[in-house]
């Protein structure tokens, strides 16, 4: 294991849809859009190696493509254009990522691929390609480094990197890579100060 693959994913939402566990009558299906991922070598100085973004067309559950909300354009900056111009089916990205990441473990901030995988394969009738045992929760990394658990149940995976108070390049929030990229440079730090071990990642 030379390296490791921190992930995020941004998936449909309406204005309050949240609060509604997006069971509103008009609540898309929270399928995802848009994937990010970041390989992190384990050894030497613990590098970003590449990174990967894809945008995904949403589909609904009669299999037409789902128009994005104007609430979810304005947070994630996704727009119809970017489908439009980039967008593949869900089978073909989730291949994509799966190649991407070779054998090793998906880390994301939290559980995104209950929206990865879970709810948008079954909404389009795909097996996942990615078997369950395949992905982890970073939390739990966080928590062995020494996060507080209160401190973590408040922060977002887009101000990880803010509240380690770590320098990088500039990110936007609710981005699939940038979210991916803040957690990674929380766990490079983390990897770095020996808060974190190779071993974790197994």
């Known amino acids: 294991m030379t390296f490791t693959l921190i992930f995020d994913c941004e998936f449909l939402t309406a204005e309050g849809a949240q609060s509604r566990f997006w069971c509103g009558p008009h609540d898309p299906d929270p399928v995802v859009a848009q994937i990010g991922a970041v390989k992190m070598g384990l050894t030497g100085d613990f590098p970003i190696l590449d990174t990967h973004r894809s945008f995904v067309i949403p589909r609904a559950r009669d299999g037409a493509r789902r128009a994005l909300d104007p609430f979810f354009t304005r947070l994630t900056g996704v727009s119809e254009e970017d489908i439009d111009r980039d967008g593949v089916p869900l089978a073909d990205a989730l291949e994509n990522l ?93 990897l770095r100060q020996g808060a974190l071990t190779r071993r974790d990642f197994a």
Not at 104 to 109: A, I, Q, V
Not at 117 to 130: H, K, R, T, Y
């Open 98 to 190: 799966r190649s991407f990441a070779a054998e090793e473990k998906l880390w994301s901030w939290g559980k995104d691929e209950f929206n990865l995988i879970a709810i948008s394969c079954f909404v389009e009738g795909l097996s996942p390609p990615i078997p369950a045992t395949r992905f982890g929760n970073a939390c739990t990394l966080l928590l062995k480094a020494g996060m507080p658990y209160e401190d973590m149940k408040k922060t977002p995976s887009n101000r990880l990197a803010e509240y380690y108070r770590l320098n990088h390049p500039p990110l936007r929030g609710d981005d699939a890579l940038d979210d991916a990229l803040s957690v990674s440079y929380v766990i490079q730090h983390l």
